[in-house]
């Protein structure tokens, strides 16, 4: 999504140095998602064999009903949904508090 919404206004852009920024974060989104990927096969499919990554029908209706939302509105829920992620990270590393109790290997995986 964060990729499909960004990516139709890198051809509007004139500046070399942002256009050089949106690439960074088009590919660091990528490897984020490659990422998840790998967790899922590590920690989550091994428990769950059963458990789909993506549900085809639900994928492609997801996929198509993106695009009825417009450029605009997608560019600015990514935007949105990027500082809440920020605000939450922030949060979670001052806050100590919040990993009490926590097993070591997944408060490792939190930093």
């Known amino acids: 999504f964060v990729i499909l919404s960004v990516l139709p206004f890198?051809?509007?852009l004139k500046n070399e140095t942002l256009i050089k920024k949106v690439k960074r974060f088009v590919r660091q989104e990528a490897n984020h998602s490659k990422e998840h990927y790998r967790f899922y096969l590590k920690i989550v499919k091994p428990h769950y064999p059963n458990l789909l990554v993506k549900?085809?029908?639900s994928y492609q209706f997801s996929k198509g009903g993106i695009f009825l939302l417009g450029k605009r509105?997608?560019?600015?829920?990514?935007?949105?949904?990027?500082?809440?992620?920020a605000i939450t990270a922030d949060l979670y590393?001052?806050?100590?508090?919040?990993?009490?109790?926590?097993?070591?290997?997944?408060?490792?995986?939190?930093?």
């Open 10 to 12: 890198l051809r509007d």
């Open 55 to 57: 549900n085809q029908r």
């Open 73 to 85: 509105l997608r560019l600015s829920i990514v935007a949105a949904v990027e500082h809440l992620t």
């Open 93 to 111: 590393l001052r806050d100590k508090a919040l990993f009490k109790g926590i097993d070591e290997p997944l408060l490792s995986i939190w930093h």
